[in-house]
């Protein structure tokens, strides 16, 4: 039995193309999978499966709430704008009931990107759904087709600032960012025009995000600390496999 601990990382369904074969496919970046056993676990794939998240967050250690396409907005009381991308009801209602059930148990979280913003979003939190409106430029979405790079601010005493210090370089690819916060949501991070970087959720023992693209900026010290935490809390709960 290994004694690394279990992070199961969120993705997506999507056609895919590989070999002779184009199917509709389980898919998330090799990124996540790789930072995660960087960081001392093991990477487990949890495709949309809505009833069963119950179930899977009592086999996890922890849990990384992976980027994606935009969270439709009626989830948050908001009327779509113009810009938001087409809404993913099954990974929607899947990560939604996944984060809800993780926090319920107080399992580790890392939200990134979409992940962040889902959990301001389950802790009835809402977004601004595009930022050029209050921001003015597309600084935050600057290549369409990958990703750009921007300094963020991190608060001192902070999950963030203990694995990055007071300020990182981070990879950027978002139209959105947290608005209101929701319950227990503390800011943590911000980029120099004031859009949020960073969060926690002060009443949860690892309950964290980031909203740049830590897995493709070397983070590996931020799922460190996620995989420190889970497994802190497998030692604490012992019976929580069985």
Known sequence: MTDRPLIGVTADLAEAAWDVWRRRAVVLPVA????VLAAGGTAVVLPPQPDAAPDV???????VLAGGTDIDPRRYGARPHPSVRPADALRD??????????????????????????????????????????????????DRSGFGKHPIIILPGSRL???LGDRADIATHHHQAVGNLGRGVVETAWAEDGVVEGIEIRDRAFACGVQGHAEESGMTGLFAQLVAAAAARRTAQPSSHS
């Open 93 to 142: 209602e899947w990560e939604l009931r996944l984060a809800g059930a993780a926090l319920a148990a107080d399992l580790p979280v890392l939200g990134i990107c979409r992940g962040m913003q889902l959990l301001n979003v389950v802790r009835a939190g809402t977004l601004v759904q595009h930022l050029p409106d209050v921001v003015g430029t597309d600084a935050h979405l600057p």
């Open 32 to 35: 996540y999978h790789e930072q």
């Open 57 to 63: 967050v009592a086999r996890l250690d922890g849990l």
């Open 161 to 163: 600032y203990a694995a």
